[in-house]
């Protein structure tokens, strides 16, 4: 394979449309109109072999930048033991933070920069259903909150998913521009039909810098500004949101600091507000010491975080699979791309759907840390809040 990166001098910045150019069909990952996207047509590379892979291409790269060059995309599953896929877009299209745009190229394919038509309207009816059943879920809940007031945990997440019928094929590129006008700070992404909007950066790489953005305590947000601020003082103040934060905070700390020259990050959380909730985050940002992480590499090692499995993690995830019951899949890993010189970078896989190959049906997940203060019913608001992402961009009328 030949592969050919040019930069798009002729474009400006605001022609260069992503979620144009990925459509319905191809690959995403965008956030504030900053990312890459692929073609339709692509190569699919097992993950095992997707860095010998890449070293293996013959690379004209007239841009030299963290994205130039080849690129994979794709998403780790919450058992990054499990088979996946990466995949190299025939024709991609990348837009940076300064603006700049380029496009790559495999074997001299043509870009196509025509954006699709606009979504046209769709007589659709849905129904919603539970996967695994709410009795279940408050009751696996109950047993991760037992569990760690007796100290076998010091937290675990529990989630649920929820299935959406459609009598029509849901219209994947009206679902991200959908995404895009009500989440567009978040990291959207659509990978092999699985699509979303996560807050939550994992970590990224940029030419030996690192940083990640972990999550974790949730409140709702109701559109009133005085009733939203008051829910965050009351976030930023609750001991059991306190709690299951540091967990988080510490482990991507003690997991990152020995691949580092230094680690900066905010002594205490802040509040970050996305559509329909608000979360606790602490931004981390650092540079890595030579020879620099691999950002695939610093992505196994974080996920699943303790914002989606628990800590300690294999007890955590013990009891997830116990109690659970359901199958998690890409929910809960990490979705993302990475260029041939370890630059990448990976949002955790949250706010998402699974869409089915025909695509009249969506599986979505949610879920919370659980600790010894945890609620079950509280709990569960806190999952029927978290779906509201996904539900309003694909049933929306």
């Not at 998690?328 to 998402?352: H, L, S």
Request: proline content about 7%; aromatic content about 6%; charged content about 20%.
């Amino acid at each position: 394979m030949r592969i050919v990166s040019r930069p798009l001098s002729d474009f400006t910045s605001e022609k260069v449309d992503l979620n144009g150019f990925a459509g319905g069909n191809g690959s995403l990952f965008v956030r504030d109109g900053v990312g890459i996207a692929g073609s339709v047509s692509a190569t699919r590379v097992p993950a095992s072999e997707a860095r010998g892979f890449l070293d293996s291409l013959h690379v004209e790269d007239r841009v030299q930048s963290p994205g130039s060059g080849p690129v994979l995309l794709g998403a780790i599953p919450f058992d990054s033991n499990e088979q996946h896929d990466f995949i190299l877009p025939h024709v991609s299209l990348v837009k940076s933070v300064d603006g700049r745009a380029w496009v790559t190229t495999v074997d001299d394919a043509e870009p196509n920069f025509v954006n699709p038509p606009e979504p046209a309207a769709v007589a659709a009816s849905y129904t919603v259903e539970p996967g695994v059943s709410v009795d279940h879920y408050l009751e696996a809940v109950t047993q991760a909150r037992n569990a760690v007031r007796k100290g076998s945990i010091t937290k675990a997440v529990i989630a649920r998913d929820i299935v959406i019928n459609s009598s029509a094929p849901i219209d994947v590129y009206a679902v991200l521009l959908r995404l895009r006008s009500s989440f567009g700070s978040s990291y959207r992404y659509l990978v092999d039909n699985f699509i979303g909007a996560s807050p939550e950066l994992l970590v990224a790489v940029d030419n030996g810098a690192i940083s990640s953005h972990p999550l974790a305590g949730t409140a709702p947000r109701t559109g009133d500004p005085q009733t939203d601020s008051a829910l965050a003082e009351q976030l930023l103040s609750s001991e059991k949101n306190q709690v299951e934060h540091r967990v988080v905070i510490d482990m991507v700390h003690d997991t990152l600091l020995p691949f580092c020259s230094y680690l900066d990050w905010q002594p205490e959380p802040s509040v970050m507000q996305v559509a329909n909730v608000q979360h606790l985050g602490t931004l981390m940002q650092g540079m890595l010491s030579k020879p620099f992480m691999h950002v695939l590499d610093a992505a196994i090692m974080l996920s699943p975080t303790p914002a989606l499995g628990g800590f300690p993690k294999q007890e955590a995830l013990k009891l997830i699979d116990q109690y659970e019951g359901i199958v998690r899949g890409r929910y809960g890993g990490a979705v993302g791309w990475f260029d041939q010189k370890g630059n990448g970078a990976f949002a955790v896989a949250i706010r998402c759907a699974q869409l089915s190959p025909d695509r009249t049906s969506a599986r979505l997940f949610a879920g919370g840390g659980i600790v010894a203060d945890s609620d079950p019913a509280t709990e569960l608001a806190e999952t029927q809040a978290k779906f509201q992402a996904m539900l309003a961009a694909i049933i929306r009328p």
